[in-house]
Structures are given as structure tokens and as C-alpha cells.
């Protein structure tokens, strides 16, 4: 069975430090990962997605991802965090063959002007 | 122009009562989903439809009911309502049910006193 694990609760980071969100993720064949943010009152966003092809994936403001199949991760990234960056991030996986995707439980950012 | 609009936004309403929420996206994705966001935040899939046919139907009471008239469109009406089914219900479509990011409403609260 897919699922996907989001270990912290919260991050906390100062403005300008890079950001990481941490991501595990567990399926029987190949991964499908994304990643999404919400902000307060609203729907989840895309950021990014890793289907194939490069293990470092770019996407919407700023984010980056790097896909690790031997640790089975899929970290987000920013070099450089902003107040506006705080928000709700949620992984997302889903196994080759199966419709479902399945949410990580989400980690708070928050980011320290 | 907004891509998946869910209406309406709040509702509060007595137990017992029968409900509709509705959910129209414009991109001509298609595959819709409805969403469940309890207070914990932790999402859980409920339905989805590809080109009008349901292809998840996860286990949810069967006072849930979803309806799909046409590909723009997939609505969800809730029977005898009961106070566990306070939630944010959140409508998404995407442009296929395996690779393609979902794109989100922005969610109805729903309160059951």
C-alpha cells in the first residue's frame, strides 16, 4: 500500500534561510510524487511533480524538489524563505497503477521575519 | 476566472437536514474528485469521476451521495446530516486520474450543530 510520511509538525525558519520540508514515501512500484501548499482559507496548490526524468525538479515560486530512490525521499526546497512562504505543505504520492493519491498529514511553515 | 469554483462557501445547518454543495471547474479537465479536510487538517479522497464515471468510491456512509451531470460538473449531496460531517469538503479536477496534478477549490466549510 502507498502512503507517505511527513515527520515534523512545524517548521520554523528565519527570512532569507533556506527552507526544507521533509518527505518520505513508501509504494510497490514506481512513485508519482507532488507537492502542494495552502494557504489559510484556501484550496491546495501544485508547486511540483516528479513522474521521470531528472531526480531535481523546479517549480512555482522558487520551490525545488529532489527525488531519492535509495532513501526513498522527496524533499522540498528553497534557498531563501520569505514571510509569504508561510503556509501548509503537503507531499503526495501515488504508486504506478493505483488512482489513489495519497497526502502526507501536512507540515506548518512558518516563516520569521 | 476561477478554474474550480465550489459553492457555497460556509454552510451551517441542523442535524438531520439534507445538503448540496456544488462544484463547477472550467479548464475541460477530466476528472473530478471530492475532497474531506478535517480539523487536523489530514485530507482523505471521497469520490472521483473520469468523463462522468465514478472510478474511486472510497468508504464514506452512503448518505454521501455524488453526482455528476456532465464533466464540468460534479456536486455532492449529503443525507441526514450528523455531526462528525463538520469538515472543509474541497472539489478538484485534474486533466487525467494517474499523472496530472489536481487543481483545487478553495473548499466549503461545513458545520453541523
Known amino acids: 500500500a502507498q502512503s507517505v510520511a511527513q515527520p515534523e509538525d512545524q517548521v520554523n525558519v528565519a527570512e532569507g534561510n533556506p527552507l526544507t520540508v521533509k518527505c518520505t514515501y513508501s509504494v510497490s512500484g514506481n512513485p508519482y510524487l507532488f507537492w502542494y501548499v495552502q494557504y489559510p482559507n484556501r484550496g491546495l496548490q501544485f508547486l511540483l511533480k516528479?513522474?521521470?526524468?531528472?531526480?531535481l525538479v523546479k517549480g512555482s515560486y522558487g520551490f525545488e524538489a529532489e527525488f531519492n530512490k535509495s532513501q526513498t525521499s522527496f524533499h522540498l526546497k528553497k534557498p531563501s524563505a520569505l514571510v509569504s512562504d508561510s503556509a501548509l505543505y503537503f507531499c503526495?504520492?501515488?504508486?504506478?497503477?493505483?488512482?489513489?493519491?495519497?497526502f502526507g498529514k501536512g507540515n506548518q511553515v512558518v516563516v520569521i521575519p | 476566472d476561477t478554474a474550480v469554483s465550489q459553492t457555497p462557501k460556509y454552510l451551517v445547518t441542523q442535524m438531520g437536514n439534507d445538503k448540496s454543495i456544488k462544484c463547477e471547474q472550467n479548464?475541460?479537465?477530466?476528472?473530478m474528485y471530492w475532497y474531506k479536510q478535517d480539523s487536523k487538517k489530514f485530507l482523505k479522497i471521497m469520490f472521483s469521476?473520469?468523463?462522468?464515471?465514478?472510478?474511486i468510491n472510497e468508504t464514506v456512509p452512503n448518505r454521501f451521495s455524488p453526482k455528476s451531470p456532465d464533466k464540468a460538473h460534479l456536486n455532492l449531496h449529503i443525507n441526514s446530516l450528523e455531526l462528525g460531517d463538520s469538515a472543509v469538503y474541497f472539489c478538484?479536477?485534474?486533466?487525467?486520474?494517474?499523472?496530472?496534478?489536481?487543481?483545487f477549490g478553495n473548499g466549503t466549510r461545513l458545520t453541523v450543530t
Open positions: 503526495a504520492v501515488r504508486e504506478e497503477g493505483n488512482n489513489r493519491l495519497a
Open positions: 516528479y513522474i521521470t526524468g531528472d531526480n
Open positions: 469521476y473520469n468523463n462522468k464515471e465514478l472510478i
Open positions: 478538484a479536477s485534474s486533466q487525467d486520474p494517474i499523472n496530472s496534478p489536481l487543481h
Open positions: 479548464l475541460g479537465h477530466d476528472t
